[in-house]
């Protein structure tokens, strides 16, 4: 038998359909096409779930696990979405709503759970017990595994890691906070931060890197310009790096998992990522005399983790 996740973001809707042993066996994909109605939204849901299992060349009937990973707080034993900022919804039955039009029972989780999840059976936390997962991206999402569980608190809210304040009075975040982790560690943090340096100094090769042109400027921007030996481009990457540390070390200091695993694009620099963060981590762990250690690493699983995550939450809350 099949499973189908679905993970459902504010660029795009994407199914996919995996098998027993979490591969991935067939993809659907449209465009959210944000702003409109989340009734579209729902349909289009169903439309690309019905795509991907075409896609495998399977019926319906094969398949006997469905799931959605969304943004936002919710509420997973009655699949209700009471907001989600990003996607506008608003006390959203996503779950009654996906189960009317499929006679199907979808899971629902928030999507940086779900993917924490992926990574926990499929990837990067596989075999561990105490889990967490970090991405960098538009902003910083967080997954938290414990005892083989998806941690959510008591309201389906809970783990919003990225919403943690770093610095007291700092820059506005889109919470209404002010100073959290994801506003100078986020991959859009990053890449205003490249852009501020690349306007301040002029002689920087970062502008190279970008034909010349800002708006060309990426999250990977400034590590191509340290590699090239740029100095303004080693000193955006440090003050980033660091920026990414006080926020693992802090997720450290409460949890102390067995894996830490770092996601997004970001993560693809890997140990020119990591290495640095494990030196900072060493010194501000304060269970760095403990023989046992946190290990930190990228994920594994890339924009998979996400569907392979949702396909199987019928796993975690059957």
């Known amino acids: 038998m099949y499973k189908l996740g ?8 994407v199914a996919g359909v995996v098998d027993e042993k979490y591969r991935i066996v067939a993809t659907a994909k449209r465009k959210t096409n ?29 398949v006997d696990g469905f799931g959605i990973g969304c943004p936002g707080s919710i509420e997973h034993e009655t699949g209700n979405v009471p907001y989600s900022n990003n996607l506008e919804f608003y006390d959203l039955p996503l779950g009654k709503m996906l189960y009317e039009k499929t006679g199907k029972k979808f899971y629902v989780e928030n999507d940086a759970n779900a993917a924490a999840y992926g990574e926990y059976i499929a990837g990067a936390g596989k075999g561990t017990k105490n889990f967490i997962a970090i991405t960098l991206g538009t902003g910083v999402g967080g997954g938290i595994i414990i005892d ?68 060309n400027a990426n999250g990977r921007t400034a590590f191509k310009a340290k590699r090239l030996g740029d100095r ?38 890997g140990e020119y990522l990591t290495d640095p963060i494990n030196e900072y981590v060493e010194g501000e762990n304060y269970a760095r005399h403990m023989k046992t250690k946190t290990i930190i690493k990228t994920a594994d699983l890339g924009n998979d983790a996400g569907i392979i995550g949702a396909a199987y939450l019928c796993n975690l809350y059957e």
């Open 34 to 62: 944000l702003p409109r109605p989340a009734e579209e939204i729902v349909d289009d849901i169903v439309a690309v779930a019905f795509e991907a299992i075409e896609a495998a060349d399977i019926t319906i009937d094969e």
């Open 148 to 215: 083989g569980k998806i941690y959510s608190g008591s309201n389906g809210a809970g783990g919003e890691l990225g919403h943690t304040v770093i610095q007291m009075g700092g820059q506005a975040c889109t919470c209404g906070r002010f100073g959290c982790w994801e506003t100078y560690a986020s991959a859009t943090a990053l890449v205003r931060q490249t852009k501020q340096a690349m306007m301040r100094y002029k002689s920087s090769r970062m502008w190279e890197i970008c034909n010349n042109d800002i708006n």
């Open 6 to 13: 679905i993970d459902l973001g504010g660029t795009n809707i």
């Open 232 to 269: 303004v481009g080693a000193m955006v990457v440090d003050e980033y790096i660091r920026y990414v540390a006080v926020g693992i070390a802090n997720v450290l200091d409460i949890f102390q998992p067995d894996v830490i695993c770092i996601g997004g694009g970001v993560s693809k620099e």
